[in-house]
Structures are given as C-alpha cells and as structure tokens.
Nanobody, 124 residues
Framework: QVQLVESGGGLVQAGGSLRLSCAASGRTFSSYAMGWFRQAPGKERDIVAAISWSGGTTYYADSVKGRFTISRVNAKNTVYLQMNSLKPEDTAVYYC?????????????????WGQGTQVTVSS
C-alpha cells in the first residue's frame, strides 16, 4: 500500500486558481497510476482526472477539461492538480487515489489507496 497526503486546498473566488498536491510514501510511487476525485455535500465521489504511471496518458472528466491539469513528478513522489478558472460548482472535498495495475482507472473501485481529502471552496 502507498500512503497519500493531500494539500493545497482552500477558499478562492470564482475565476481563480489553486494547485493541489498529493505526496506519496510507501511502495514505489512510479508503479502507480494516480487519480483525483471530488465529493460535494450530498453527492457521490466522482473522478476528476487520472494519470498513468509514466505521466504519458491522462484522463479528465468533461466538467474540468480545459481548466484542470493533472501532472506528476515521480522523483518527488508527488502528483498535482492545477485548477484554473474555478467555478462555484467545483466546491468539494478533493481526494487523491492510487491504483496499482495496468492502465488508468476512472472508477472508485479501480483505486486501492486514498488520501484524507482537502477542501476546495469556490465563492461566487
């Protein structure tokens, strides 16, 4: 298992930007595909973005395409989520997740390790 700790959440006005970080420890980080999910109050936890172990393949939910960018630096055991042009509907707890296996994962069941989450609040 890999341990994950998110940081970088906070309060931002609509149109602003935030960068989330997820630091991993434990087993070899570069063996894992990584994902960012979010969960708003009263809603299900949904995929936001995912990235392959090498960083060569990415996936984005339609709602964030063109605004969010997922990246990773394996030498630093860290994955990032750059969020631009934030909207009030982006308000949620954001979770980092790790997947040990072939290919990207986009569903909750595809990921075996989870962070504790970081709150992102976008005011209008």
């Amino acid at each position: 298992q890999v341990q994950l700790v998110e940081s970088g959440g906070g309060l931002v006005q609509a149109g602003g930007s935030l960068r989330l970080s997820c630091a991993a420890s434990g087993r070899t980080f570069s063996s894992y595909a990584m994902g960012w999910f979010r969960q708003a109050p009263g809603k299900e936890r949904d995929i936001v973005a995912a990235i392959s172990w090498s960083g060569g393949t990415t996936y984005y939910a339609d709602s964030v395409k063109g605004r969010f960018t997922i990246s990773r630096v394996n030498a630093k055991n860290t994955v990032y989520l750059q969020m631009n042009s934030l909207k009030p509907e982006d308000t949620a707890v954001y979770y980092c997740a790790a997947r040990l296996g072939v290919g990207l994962g986009v569903g909750l069941a595809d990921f075996s390790s989870w962070g504790q989450g970081t709150q992102v609040t976008v005011s209008s």
